[in-house]
Nanobody, 116 residues
Framework: QVQLVESGGGFVLPGGSLRLSCKASGFTFKNAQMSWYRQVPGRERERVAVIQTDGGWTNYVASVKGRFTISRDDDKNMVSLQMDNLKPEDTATYYC?????????WGQGTQVTVAS
């Protein structure tokens, strides 16, 4: 079955860095557009970053541009999100999303907390 397993979340001080990873299985990874979303309780889930199937196109929400970098490794079926210069407002549960021609899939989420 399809699985998206996130890792790399945790607690970090403002200005610090974290790297989130998402290991995918159960579908043809190279054919999936991959995204990272985040959600804070009481608010809608927000797409933070997206990377196209060949990795040639990426896009970011304005609040993270210049601080976050999304990348993918089709040989390892993994997508990553490098998060630098983290701010308290980046605190959220981060979710990996895969969009294939047939369906969308979600991971279970990983918590990121930025606080002093």
């Amino acid at each position: 079955q399809v699985q998206l397993v996130e890792s790399g979340g945790g607690f970090v001080l403002p200005g610090g860095s974290l790297r989130l990873s998402c290991k995918a299985s159960g579908f043809t990874f190279k054919n999936a557009q991959m995204s990272w979303y985040r959600q804070v309780p009481g608010r809608e889930r927000e797409r933070v970053a997206v990377i196209q199937t060949d990795g040639g196109w990426t896009n970011y929400v304005a609040s993270v541009k210049g601080r976050f970098t999304i990348s993918r490794d089709d040989d390892k079926n993994m997508v990553s999100l490098q998060m630098d210069n983290l701010k308290p407002e980046d605190t959220a549960t981060y979710y990996c999303n895969a969009a294939t021609p047939l369906d969308h899939y979600w991971g279970q989420g990983t918590q990121v907390t930025v606080a002093s």
